[in-house]
């Protein structure tokens, strides 16, 4: 198993796999808790080499900053109001370059419209004369406390709310200092510069330094999710089709997200919650300049975003199938097995597909999916056939041959009969490679008999629940049948889940397409 | 449409329900522009009473705050470093009580720690001599601000980033000032007491007026998702037998989640996202001290995002059935209305269900649920049986009625030649109260005919793509009956996500079993 969960995390942390080498010789170093402990902060580092990047430019720049006051020379220019500008540093300093010019932005605007409203009420107040004048200041306190904490729960003001913050406490700053130094105007422009030298600082460190651009993160965060859809559907489909009942955690475990043998899966869900990264990620790319391979002004950040939004529509497919997949009511598996080539045939197609429209994002180019739409298209069409050749054994258990087929044609019948005789042979006398004849034989017993408790004991609750309903007739074999005709019903849904989310790819290729149009990409192959 | 909006609208946010009578009587005021800007606001305050409580709370806070500077006999006391203390509020001040205690800690804790360091590093710069001291400071500052940088990258101290800002800064402020003015212990300490002054009044503020714990907003939050599960579960069924392929709207606008009219819908779907919310709910929780309803010591906070994700678990199959509502491949509405009373029955019980579990949560109260559970189980058990006596239907087209049922026994065979008298008598001669029996046919008719055009269209793309293989027939009639055979498919579908959501409801059951003896909620009923 361990082997396993390995070449799952080098499938999807392709961005680290190069890394991993380097890493990889230094396992001799693992022995005490210490040297654990250095091993997960290098590993640690290794996934991101911008996390390293990040934490020493934050030491770089307020270092600089430190400068203006341990060195005599600008200390004697700008005197003891400089320390703000430490504090603008250690608050405005992101992750990212455009999430720090945001923030900076607010942190600027916010700064100045409290120096405007405080000196207009400071000088308000200081008319008013010395009785009134406290009072007036505080009133305004009051007010501008009142205003901006209602207004940032504002919903379309939410993302403003730190400038709201600094507002409030620049405002009683300078309002509160001014009046006990008796020059608000000095103090706002003492705190306006320092910050701005600050501000001034954190973004020049920020851009000139190992710029760690938000467009780029966006852009890769993007690529992984179609990385991570991709992997997860394959995953899921291998699952399906692989698993002979003997594995099914506990309903308790798995409800509380812990597939630790479903990496792609976690990927996935995580995908699935990416939303709101993908948006304040774009969000901060629209403050930043043209850079590295976004050349252009304008380059459509919320594009990513919409994109990201239809392969979330996608990925709700692969979280359903991965719910029936863990669902208490299979399919018998000889059931699944019947399908298992046109199941593993569209999912690795569709699976492909995805996976090159990630990969044309990655390289910026365009290119036709004309053929591989084709083929998810074909390989989909041939599930719907198979299922229609064999949908009869949806509805009844599956030893006996219905007799509906006399009413299709008679090379479905043939076809149908064809694949009864490969099931039957593959299942006796042509095993897998990886596991032994009697082995699968077994299994596949031991999995029926599971089959049978499983249905058996569902409603895990009241089995004579059913004992109040008086007009049907109730004795235990009407149920059993009844829930084996819906066990089996539960590989429709599975392909039936299967083949909506290869109708959604239409809409990522056409979402992928827009994408490619805004932002330019590069023409491929032509 | 309108009417049904609002009475989906009262439905779940029945919270407010009682206030919106009071803002019902002044409808007459819209007209402008600016009165109706004052409209929304006033609605918004309606909304949550809280967020303006939250307002004045903040007002308050920094009011109390700057006495301390404008009145002279506690100013000569504290002097100007009191300063500090309305920052201290601005930043520490959250919504609620729980927030604010963490932040006040993160901003204690690292104010402390920073503040030790900042003295001990002062200390032995300062016995360096005039010469080193300058670069022992400028060092220390920039490996201060490299690790604590890089530790809230961390993911385990993520939560703790704030406190991480807080030693950057205090440390640069204490050591550099210390620095400037010779005493580095002198602006320690004069920082913190500020620092207490400030985070004393926010606390006292935040609990002894108005206080909005984040307690009881986690309880509300969990009881409000219990509903928008419920709702948006018989929402999307009602839906799915009633829709007539009239109105679907078009898949772009359905991918960029605007359901504007499936208003419980886009309330289970935030109720999918709202995980991180209960968490952070639960964390800030953990800090409050035992208040109104929830009276004793470590109370399970926990539990509630436990329960959260059993419910989630739910709602993810209520999002597959969303999706088959929404699908380009559809059932035909024949077929659908075949199982109309079980599929709404089974719906309808299991939304109840949810729905008192909710109400006991909310009333904190428990009761047992075995008979509701046993009536959900039994109108799904009356599902499984319909779709078992039905199945033959879902592999063929409607009209022909297929030979294989004389496989079955007598009595189902019976049952089904009932409920499809039943059916036709519903069609043609007793039809359902709210819709005329020529209405019903005509959309009949109608719904075959796009039914058939949505088939035709699908794949969107490629019509000539299935001409590739060769081995098969690929004339356009195969091909279309594998198509129809799976659009009745998808009504199996959406059955056995169904029946799986009832499964998950026993989890669900006991998942709210287990909070109620753990949060030791009052029997009910004996």
Known sequence: MN?????????????????????GKRSGWIGFSCKAWIWNVWEFCNEDVNRVAFAF??????????????????????????IWSILTVAIMFEYTVGATFNRGFNRALGSLLAGILAIAVGQLALCTGPVAEPIIIGISIFLIGTVTSFMKLWPSLVPYEYGFRVILFTFCLVIVSGYRMGNPIRTAMDRLYSIAIGGLVAVLVNVLIFPIWAGE????????????????????VKKYLEDEGLEHPEFSKTVMDEFADELAYRKCRSTLNSSAKLES????????????????????????????????YCAYEVMALHGVLHSEIQAPYNLRITFKSEIQEAANQAAELVRVLGKDISNMKKSLKTSLLKRVHSSTERLQRAIDVHSIKFTKTLPKLPCAHSSTPSDFSNQLADLDENNSIEKTANPPSETLPLARTESYHETMRKQSRRLHSWPSREVDAFEEDGGLNTDILPRMSALESTAALSLATFTS?????VVRLDHLVEAVDELSKMAKFKQQGF
């Open 281 to 312: 990620l774009a969000s901060a790319a629209k403050w930043e300049p043209p850079h590295g391979r976004f050349r252009h002004f304008f380059y459509p950040w919320s594009e990513y975003v919409k994109v990201g939004a239809v392969l979330r």
């Open 3 to 23: 082997g396993k969960k390995d070449s799952f995390e080098i499938k999807i942390s392709s961005a680290t796999k190069a890394k991993l080498p380097l890493a």
């Open 217 to 236: 993160q966006l852009h890769k965060e993007l690529v992984d999710s179609f990385n991570a859809v991709a992997d997860s559907l394959e995953e899921c």
């Open 57 to 82: 430019k934050v030491g770089v720049a307020v270092l600089l900053v430190s400068f203006l006051i341990l060195f005599q020379a600008p200390y004697e220019v700008f005197g003891a109001s400089i």
């Open 497 to 501: 889940l299967l083949i909506e989310f």
